[in-house]
């Protein structure tokens, strides 16, 4: 595990920034998506749901990335590589509403899909760069 420099944490913590999550496709190819996160304990979270291709990708130790930019400075950013560390259906729900609440101001994640699986992931960084 890597720490997030403090020049930066901001764009963790505080700023609505999204991230843009590349992870790597079975043809080894890569796959960017833009995603909602969080960050608590070390380790940024992000959600989807099954079936989806990040879901796919998503395993156990599979290697990611993400790019996340600063809304107010598009040449401020950090890039955070790592690793997935958990997956977890047990609390996803939740966790989609609570990113709902941080990015749309709404309790409720309002594409809310009663077929959807929903899936929270954890990224514990290895390695960061930042610029700006």
């Known amino acids: 595990m890597t720490n997030i ?4 944490l901001d764009l963790l913590t505080e700023k609505k920034a999204l991230a843009h999550l590349a992870t790597i496709q079975p043809d080894g190819s890569p796959q960017v998506t833009p995603v909602w996160f969080d960050y608590t304990n070390g380790v940024l979270r992000v959600n989807t749901a099954k079936g989806r291709v990040k879901a796919r990708n998503l395993k156990i130790g599979a290697p990611v990335a993400l790019s996340i930019v600063d809304p107010d400075n598009a ?3 950090i890039q955070v590589r790592g690793a997935v560390t958990k997956e977890s259906v047990d609390g996803a729900v939740a966790h989609i509403d609570s990113l709902a609440k941080t990015y749309l101001g709404k309790d409720v994640y309002p594409w809310h899909n009663d077929k959807d699986v929903r899936v929270m992931y954890e990224i514990t960084p290895s390695a960061t760069q930042t610029m700006g």
């Open 75 to 77: 040449y401020r950013y």
């Open 5 to 8: 420099p403090a020049t930066h």
